[in-house]
């Protein structure tokens, strides 16, 4: 199935792809790469998830914030792609950033929940290469932030 075909089975809603903040692109084209910029965790009603795994959250919520960052680079992703995500080649690799305690050690876990949706959404072509790193902040305190790279068709 093609990846609009994956988001209508699985009933998934994209968000609006959000507009930069700062002084930087949200998505960039580089020759057949398509780099997103970090997409922080936020959830269905547009509120910030904030926290610390090991502290304010568990794997699972963790994992959980994960998918909507993972859900957030797919609407950058089809906003790049004018809103045609068979433009997209394949995942190359995502990097996980883990707001999270001293003793907690399962980023990977973590960022598990953006890399299964990426790979459900996009099939074969969704699987890549990736980093989960813990960060003891993550701006405006969110819990999670994945940015990745795409290679277009």
Request: hydrophobic share 40%; with cysteine; glycine share 8%.
């Amino acid at each position: 199935m093609t990846a609009e075909q994956n988001l209508k089975e699985l009933n998934i809603e994209l968000p609006k792809a959000a507009d930069p903040v700062g002084s930087y692109v949200a998505t960039k084209i580089c020759g057949k790469q398509l780099f997103v910029s970090g997409q922080i965790s936020i959830d269905k009603n547009g509120n910030l998830i904030k926290g610390k795994l090991g502290k304010d959250f568990n794997i699972e919520e963790g994992y959980e914030a994960a998918k909507r960052c993972a859900l957030s680079i797919i609407s950058q992703v089809n906003k790049a792609c004018e809103n045609d995500l068979s433009k997209v080649k394949g995942c190359i690799k995502l990097t996980g950033f883990v707001n999270s305690t001293n003793d907690f050690t399962d980023q990977p876990k973590v960022i598990n929940g953006a890399s299964d949706l990426i790979s459900k959404i996009f099939e074969q072509n969704g699987i890549h290469t990736r980093a989960a790193v813990s960060t003891n902040s993550l701006p405006l305190g969110v819990v999670v932030e994945v940015d990745a790279i795409f290679e277009l068709n």
